[in-house]
């Protein structure tokens, strides 16, 4: 009988003393990726995941859950959705844009009602999401500066701009040459001028 109420009381402090998390909304202007699942990062660490995903005229809405509610994260960071490879493994990342101080917010509680007030993201809180590093754009871009390469006209605007630049260099030379000269001849002047008056 003390067992099973031992086991009862031991239950239920396990069962109601876990460490819960807690959920952030976060809109995007395309999904880039994502689903169900995918892994939420901060600073290299993984701190969460997506829990749902909705998909709405203008945007898509993503709501994730933080394992604990201890992991604080700052309101001037940025969230983005990143390529970790080249196989579209991609995941949501937080990256903190400054430190926050650790002992003003030491026995802070991201459910309490006055956590808007602070400088970190609270329970449900609404954030507007970026597009990170996206390996489709990298390749397309790439693709394009080929082609420019490949393309005759930049070949002659190159062409044109390598003639100018030669056309000019020149002019400064003869130039510096002919201020060098006015130089030397002003000195020589002023040094003659000054022996006679002297």
């Known amino acids: 009988m003390h067992i099973c ?7 239920f402090i396990v ?16 999904a880039y990726g994502i689903g169900e699942g995918t ?5 290299g660490v993984n701190i969460g995941y997506i829990k749902n995903l909705q998909i709405n005229s203008n945007s898509v809405l993503v709501s ?9 994260i700052p309101k001037n960071s940025i969230i983005e959705t990143n ?7 991609t995941i949501i990342d937080i990256i903190p844009l400054e430190k926050i101080n650790n002992y003003s917010i030491r026995d802070f509680n991201v459910f309490n009602q006055n956590c808007y007030d602070l400088q970190i993201f609270c329970n449900n809180q609404y954030i507007i999401g970026d597009r990170g590093l996206n390996y489709d754009d990298l390749i397309r871009a790439t693709t394009r500066i080929a082609q420019r390469f490949d393309d005759p006209r930049f070949f002659n605007l190159f062409y ?8 000019i260099s020149d002019d400064f030379i003869l130039t510096f040459n002919n201020i060098s000269s006015m130089s ?3 000195y020589i002047f002023c040094r003659d001028f000054l022996l006679n008056n002297i």
């Open 5 to 11: 109420i031992i086991n009862s009381i031991i239950w």
């Open 15 to 30: 069962k109601y003393k876990k460490k819960h998390g807690y959920s952030l909304f976060v809109e995007f202007t395309h």
């Open 39 to 43: 892994s939420v990062n901060m600073r």
């Open 64 to 72: 994730i859950y933080i394992k604990s509610e201890k992991i604080l």
């Open 83 to 89: 390529q970790t490879s080249l196989f579209n493994n």
């Open 160 to 167: 044109l701009f390598l003639q100018n630049t030669i056309e």
């Open 184 to 186: 030397y001849y002003l």
